[in-house]
C-alpha cells in the first residue's frame, strides 16, 4: 500500500502553531511575573496558602534555630501559621512558612527539605507584619 503525505495549507500550519506560541507566550509571561532574578520560582509552580499542617509544624520548630540564626534574633514566641511550598520531580520541596514571633510580627521562612530528608533555611524575611502575604522569594 503506497501512503501518500498531504501537504497542509500555510493558514492550517499557523493554526496549529497557535496553542504551542500562547503556551511559549504564556510561560515567559509567568517567568517575568515572578522576579527580574532567574532563581526565583514561578508562582504558579507554589501551592495556595494554606494553614500548617502538623508534619511542617514540626518541622519548623526543628529548624528555630537556624531561622533566629538567620533572621539574627531570639525569638520567645515561635508559632507557624500558614505555608506555601513546591517540588521539583516530587523529591526536593521548599517551603516557605509564615511564623508568628508576637505583637504584630512575624518572620517568613524559606525551608528547603533535599530528597534525603535534609533540610536547611535557606532565607528569612524579618520582621514582616501579620497582615503581609506569603510569596516565594
Known sequence: ???SRRR???SSAQLERQPLLLLLVNLRISRTMGGSNSSTAVMSD???VKPVTPEVKRMCLEMKSQVEESAGVNFAVYIPVDFISTNECGINYTYVIKVDVGGETCVH???FQ???GERNVQDTRYPKS???P???F
Request: hydrophobic share 50%; charged share 15%.
Open 1 to 3: 500500500m503506497i501512503m
Open 8 to 10: 497542509r495549507s500555510s
Open 46 to 48: 507554589w501551592s495556595p
Open 109 to 111: 521562612v524559606k525551608i
Open 114 to 116: 533535599a530528597a534525603g
Open 130 to 132: 501579620n497582615s503581609d
Open 134 to 136: 506569603l510569596f516565594p
